[in-house]
């Protein structure tokens, strides 16, 4: 369906849980976050009824994410059951890589549609400083198992001034090497995000450039969401970018996210107001479900305000999200800037 901007809204992210077993130093506190107790996560059956709503709203992409998706018991289940969903086309992970080995097959089995596997360095010492606690090599001979189980496989690097930098030629060589997607996201300014800096899109083309040559835009529609690909001279893969600071791109936004204690967010810079969770176990049906998702997907935020610091309300005219009442323009509540680390909103 289209939101009141026009977009057509049709990717949705659920995070089934808010644990990791990794405390990536840009993600979490060395310590970790107090994790939702169980009561509060939704129940896959809560899911399966989101992922129905969804459906009928025009959602036909579906990312599952956490905290780290493959420490949920049955999330494999989950995805063979949200593929038979009328109207889904794909359902995808994206994971830490340390389980992948282990879950593999049954992912597989499971129909999973795609593999996205966070990984910001090729250097195992720098990779244990940064996870805090992984193993590069579990995290490479998943991804490699993947490759050899044709599933397509995409690696997402997030790059930063002095952490990474001096590794992206040798990161962005993975596409060269295997026929995989290596993506390069920005870091956003949330949690604590907030204390690194970024390596921009332009910044990191100019360097692939002059080490691989011209890169070739790619007009045609790939993957679920807002990321551009490109190709390069003799590569098997592509290189992506997503960018949602240096290049903006919140007028094509596609995508919404609900968190694994079911709130709905219907912008990541947003915190959000509509609980799917709650209104589930207050009684709501399917129909009222469906419904309640397309009416807080028609007020999705124009845009993200990243580089502003303010603190956006309904009486400056921001679009909020609103809840069950009369109408929507009377139930439109303020919205306030995403205050949570990336692992208790879904990655």
């Not at 949705?12 to 996560?41: F, L």
Request: glycine fraction near 10%.
């Amino acid at each position: 369906m289209k939101d009141q901007y026009q977009r057509v809204v049709d990717y949705i992210r659920i995070s089934v849980t808010d644990r990791c077993n990794y405390r990536c130093q840009y993600c979490m506190p060395r310590e970790g976050v107090e994790p939702m107790p169980h009561s509060e996560v939704m129940t896959y059956d809560e899911i399966l009824r989101v992922a129905k709503a969804a459906a009928g709203a025009g959602i036909t992409k579906v990312k599952i994410t956490g905290g780290e998706p493959l420490v949920r018991k049955g999330v494999c289940g989950l995805i063979q059951n949200i593929r038979r969903i009328p109207g889904i086309e794909s359902v995808t992970i994206t994971t830490n890589g340390a389980l992948l080995c282990r879950f593999l097959p049954e992912l597989a089995a499971a129909g999973v549609s795609g593999i996205n596997v966070s990984l910001d360095t090729l250097d195992k010492d720098k990779f244990h400083r940064l996870t805090r606690r992984g193993e590069f090599s579990e995290v490479w001979e998943g991804i490699r198992q993947t490759i050899l189980a044709g599933i397509p496989v995409k690696v997402n690097c997030v790059p930063m001034v002095g952490i990474n930098e001096d590794e992206l030629v040798d990161m962005a060589a993975l596409a060269w090497k295997y026929p995989i997607t290596v993506r390069f996201i920005e870091m956003m300014p949330i949690g604590l995000g907030t204390g690194y800096t970024a390596v921009t899109q332009d910044e990191i083309k100019k360097l692939l450039e002059a080490q691989f040559g011209y890169m070739e835009l790619v007009k045609e529609s790939v993957g679920n969401g807002p990321a551009v690909y490109y190709q390069l001279p003799e590569f098997r893969g592509r290189i992506g970018f997503i960018s949602a600071l240096s290049r903006k791109f919140c007028r094509s936004c596609n995508r919404i996210r609900v968190k694994a204690d079911g709130t709905l967010k219907l912008c990541l810079n947003y915190e959000g107001h509509i609980n799917l969770k709650q209104e589930m176990r207050n009684g709501i049906d399917d129909n009222e479900l469906q419904q309640l998702l397309q009416d807080c997907i028609y007020m999705k935020p124009k845009c993200h305000d990243f580089p502003s610091r303010a603190w956006p309300t309904a009486e400056n005219g921001v679009p909020g999200i609103f809840g069950k009442g009369d109408s929507p323009e009377a139930r439109v509540k303020g919205i306030l800037q995403e205050t949570h680390n990336m692992a208790q909103i879904g990655g």
